[in-house]
Every structure is written in C-alpha cells, then in structure tokens.
C-alpha cells in the first residue's frame, strides 16, 4: 500500500508559478513510476506529467510541454511538478499517482493502482 498526499495547490494568477508536492508513505516509493493528472468540472481526468522511478525519464501531455517540469526526491519521498506560465485553461484538481506502466503507457492513468486526494489549483485571468 503507497499513501499519497499532494500539497501546493492555490489560487494564482495568469502567468504565475506555482509548485505542487507529493509525499508518499507506505511500500518503497522508489519502486513506482508517479504521474500527475488533473480533472477540470465537468471533464475528463487528463495526464498531465510523468517520471519513472529512477527520475531518469519524464514524460508530459503536450498542453504543458515547456511550462511544467516534473522532478522526484527518492531520499524524501516526494514528487513534485514545477508549474510555470499558468493559464486559466490549467484550473483543475491535480492529483499524484503511484504505478508500475509500461514507458508506452506512462500516461494511462488505469496504470496507475494508488492516487492521492488531490490540491485545487485555479487560475485567474
């Protein structure tokens, strides 16, 4: 069993910067892939970003190349996406997962077996 608790989230205005954090307890968090993926109202959860365990590889959904940097501290148990140049299209709850996916699936949140309750980011025009 992997507990995850995300912290960070706010309200920030466009073209602010914020920084959403996810510490994990429980099972060897250095073992698991994480990813972020986020839910607006009224959509679908997306994937946002993903690293593989050893933070070697990152992965990230087009909307946020360029913007977003994911990064892990193995020794803290903590994974966390650096978010640059907010738009308002970015307003959702952000939520980390724990998994074990295939590189070609490091997206697919079925993937993914423990999620975190998630930290409301909104973002102001």
């Known amino acids: 069993q992997v507990r995850l608790f995300e912290s960070g989230g706010g309200l920030v205005q466009a073209g602010g910067s914020l920084r959403l954090s996810c510490a994990a307890s429980g099972r060897t968090f250095s073992g698991y892939a994480m990813g972020w993926f986020r839910q607006a109202p009224g959509k679908e959860r997306e994937f946002v970003a993903a690293?593989?365990?050893?933070?070697?590889?990152?992965y990230y959904a087009d909307s946020v190349k360029g913007r977003f940097t994911i990064s892990r501290d193995n020794a803290k148990n903590t994974v966390y996406l650096q978010m640059n140049s907010l738009k308002p299209e970015d307003t959702a709850v952000y939520s980390c997962a724990a998994g074990i996916p295939p590189v070609q699936s490091m997206g697919v949140k079925s993937w993914y077996d423990y999620w975190g309750q998630g930290t409301q980011v909104t973002v102001s025009s």
């Open positions: 690293i593989s365990w050893s933070g070697g590889n990152t």
